[in-house]
């Protein structure tokens, strides 16, 4: 599925890692995603929380897709910061599911959250998608 994602390709973003119910992917801060007031631009925070949320419930098999999300802005990201997204799954039932990310980057050894993300998932069969 992240293959054929050109959007989340082109901007940058690369998946780390992809398991049962789980995604880590990154995403350095270009000049192009900070806005009017020099910071990043929430809606790039949480096109990395989108996709890597995506990998994560789509990584069971069957196609998923967003049913809903929403995103807590905790701090702002700086033009130049490579940001980490890590999603995981909180529970599946029926063709749904609740999964959490965090989007995180890491300053002098710790981990500064920038947001915390809230996804649920619908598996469709593959006429539905």
Known sequence: ???ADVASRTLGIDLVEVG?????ATMRLTEQMVN???IAH???LFLLADTTFACACNS???TAVAAGAEISFVRPGR??????????????YGRNGIFDVTVYREVDGRRDVLAEFRGRSRTVAPTEG
């Open 1 to 3: 599925m992240f293959e």
């Open 36 to 38: 009017g007031h020099g």
């Open 42 to 44: 929430g809606g790039y």
């Open 79 to 92: 033009l130049g910061d490579l940001l980490v997204a890590v999603a995981e799954e909180r529970t599946r």
């Open 20 to 24: 049962a119910g789980r995604a880590t």
């Open 60 to 62: 069971h098999g069957p």
